[in-house]
């Protein structure tokens, strides 16, 4: 049935006119048939910055819009988290001068709620000012009560006083005998350590967890869109101990410590499915753990979404479709060059295709394809694998990385022979694939006839949509950029841009982004695709006229690419101007 105070709400949105009688009439209709209130609103497409405010007049209590607010932990702990999740309610203010708590309640006519902070009040002499917040906003909030900070801070406590007892146990004893590793890894602390480690990584979306020992101190740091940042120091006492679990887990040996090992892990963090690839280094005083995270149950972008645009989006979609030839990605490492393939195999994908991988290792898992994880420790390397695909009726080949002569050989020979063959190369440029496979041993001639186009990519951050605001550049930056786009193709600058009057953007940090001013990364690419000219320059040798031919095609070059996207408001010329150089 519905209460008093939803109906005024409905009596309220007619009013206003943001519903009419009529869908006021069905949407308490459904209320009384078992609805829930703000489900049944939101199935409407009211809006709860609508009907929020709205309900805070009823109840003579101010909205907050709480969105992006970073509360600070001294006052989130002033209401105990289970209380808090329990009856919607979060502090977010705290006036030390007159011992004002601000609380925003999700439901103002919870009276359990406004006696439990009431009681809370008496007994720490608070005086409460209440506030409503709309019920996605709070569920976003009430996160930060799971902090990285939070979960450490209980556990290294756990490790203090365990430790405190058994030195207390062992006061007696003239020499106290160290813990051995295998007890210590085995302790609940130190494994729920590890666990909660692993788990702010995957939901700060890091790409790399890094654990290294200081003089006094053991650092574990984040990469996040490309940057390491410290989340957390532990006691230095803790470091082996956290590296000894993480090498348990890797099946790794414990008591090597004088030499690199590599290992996996796979766990699940909220339904997800993880892999974690583990490397160890031996430093001069001690050892250093870095662990890349892939998450397989994550799917592959577009094109769109990767940031490719215009002419190379339009290179990229016609090659793509190609029966036969090579289809290349290169650049660093990490700049992004297996999800540009994955995305490739996800537009190929189809019932009538066998398209077959090889990887190290298989980072996302797609349906209707094989996939197959090299293992050089047991002789199936790219080269051997790659031999074995060709016997499996393929008409797709992946090729996870080109890195010799004998693979390039194969994969050449691959394509010439029918089959389309996605692979990526290390080299800076798009240009420098060819003469990189000239090194190699590769035919020229047979390297004219089968590579069909080469990608070449970084990756920028993106600015934080929910800080991102218009920026004046120094006139030196505006004089570069200008310079660059007089060279790009005028096809590719977008109409809305006036060359003479340039606008660009930047973050200016919130707590969405962590006060960076970026969230999220997207490619600058430049795309190099097959013309007869550039045929006939390879085969002849004439490694001087590659770029000029480049130029000719009429696509953007990377950092062109990246002050168009600049441009658009999707990254800043710092990030431009730092990725291209």
């Known amino acids: 049935m519905i209460s008093t105070f939803d109906a005024q709400l409905l009596q309220r949105l007619v009013q206003e006119e943001k519903i009419t009688s009529e869908q006021a009439t069905q949407i308490k209709a459904l209320v009384n048939d078992g609805g829930d209130f703000v489900t049944v609103l939101k199935e409407n497409g009211i809006s709860e910055d609508v009907w929020v405010p709205l309900r805070g007049q009823i109840f003579s209590v101010p909205f907050v819009d709480l969105t992006g607010k970073n509360i600070s932990r001294m006052v989130l702990d002033m209401i105990p988290q289970d209380l808090a999740q329990s009856y919607e309610i979060i502090p977010f203010e705290f006036n030390k001068t007159n011992n004002i708590l601000k609380i925003a309640m999700v439901d103002p006519g919870d009276f359990k709620a406004i006696e ?22 709070f569920a976003d909030v009430v996160k930060q009560y799971e902090s990285l900070g939070a979960e450490a801070e209980e556990v290294l406590h756990t490790i203090k006083n365990r430790f405190e007892e058994e030195r207390e146990k062992k006061q007696e004893q003239k020499e106290e005998k160290k813990e051995s590793f295998e007890e210590m890894i085995k302790s609940a602390p130190v494994s729920k350590m590890v666990e909660v480690i692993f788990k702010h990584a995957v939901e700060a979306k890091a790409s790399d967890i890094h654990i290294e020992p200081l003089d006094d101190v053991s650092v574990v740091r984040y990469r996040i869109d490309g940057k390491l940042k410290i989340s957390l120091e532990l006691p230095k006492h803790l470091h082996n101990s956290v590296v000894s679990r993480i090498k348990v887990m890797s099946n790794l040996k414990i008591d090597e410590t004088r030499k690199p090992q590599d290992g996996r892990i796979r766990i699940t963090v909220d339904d997800k ?26 799917g592959s972008l577009s094109f769109d979404d990767l940031g490719f645009v215009g002419k190379n989006l339009e290179f990229v979609e016609n090659n793509i479709a190609k029966a036969n030839g090579m289809f290349l990605v290169t650049g660093p490492t990490g700049s992004g060059k297996s999800t540009t393939l994955y995305s490739a195999l996800n537009i190929i994908n189809k019932e009538d295709i066998n398209i077959v991988t090889l990887e190290d290792p298989v980072e996302y898992y797609i349906e209707g394809v094989n996939q197959s994880q090299v293992h050089p420790e047991i002789g199936y390397t790219f080269a051997n694998g790659l031999r074995s695909i060709l016997r499996q009726d393929p008409d797709v080949i992946m090729v996870g990385e080109i890195r010799d002569n004998e693979t390039a050989e194969l994969a050449i020979h691959a394509a010439l022979t029918g089959h389309l063959v996605l692979s990526t190369l290390h080299t800076n440029s798009a240009i420098g694939a060819i003469p990189r496979f000239i090194d190699m041993e590769v035919e020229p001639f047979l390297l004219a006839s089968t590579l069909n186009m080469v990608i070449a990519q970084r990756l920028i951050r993106k600015i934080c949509e929910d800080c991102k605001e218009e920026v004046d550049l120094p006139d030196r930056v505006v004089s570069i950029a200008k310079d660059i786009l007089q060279s790009t193709p005028k096809s590719e600058i977008p109409d809305n841009v006036d060359v003479d009057n340039l606008k660009f953007f930047h973050g200016k940090g ?45 696509s953007p070059t990377m ?23």
């Open 273 to 298: 499915v993880v892999d974690l690839r583990i490397s160890t280094l031996p430093l001069s005083n001690n050892e250093k753990v870095v662990i890349r995270i892939l998450d397989t149950s994550g």
């Open 116 to 137: 439990a902070i009431e009681f809370l009040s008496r007994k720490n002499g608070w005086s409460p000012e209440y506030y409503i917040v709309g019920p996605t906003v």
């Open 510 to 554: 919130c707590a969405r982004c962590g006060e960076s001013g970026y969230k999220g990364r997207a490619a600058v690419v430049e795309v190099l695709v097959m013309t007869p000219e550039l045929k006939r320059a390879i085969t002849e040798n004439r490694m001087s006229d590659l770029k000029d031919i480049f130029l000719k095609q009429g």
């Open 559 to 581: 950092r062109q690419d990246g002050v168009l996207k600049a441009l658009r408001g999707i990254t800043t010329m710092e990030e431009v101007l730092t990725t291209t150089k």
